[in-house]
């Protein structure tokens, strides 16, 4: 569910980047060319991808709540909980 949330998030929200996974790891990169970007097309490109990733939690929360893990887990977290967790990882 996460996967398919992420390939959807990634065809209609985000226009120069994309989710993938690296290591394990979700990440959010940007598509840039490297030979004459200026530090505003930088600060543009850090800014959208804050942006995605900010807008993104909602749904994200989402699917960690609904995901089957989380139902089964001996410790119990809210909602809240993984809002928490997910804005401190950005």
């Known amino acids: ?20 996974i690296e290591e394990n790891e979700i990440v959010l990169s940007d598509a840039l060319e490297l030979d004459t970007m200026d530090f505003a097309e930088l600060r543009s490109s850090y800014e959208s991808m804050v942006y995605a990733a900010t807008s993104h939690l909602p749904r994200l929360v989402e699917v960690a709540i609904a995901d089957i893990c989380h139902r089964t887990n001996p410790r119990s977290c809210t909602t809240r909980d993984f809002e928490t967790l997910f804005a401190g990882a950005l």
């Open 1 to 20: 569910m996460l996967y398919r949330k992420l390939l959807e998030l990634n065809a209609g929200d985000i226009l120069h980047g994309s989710y993938g």
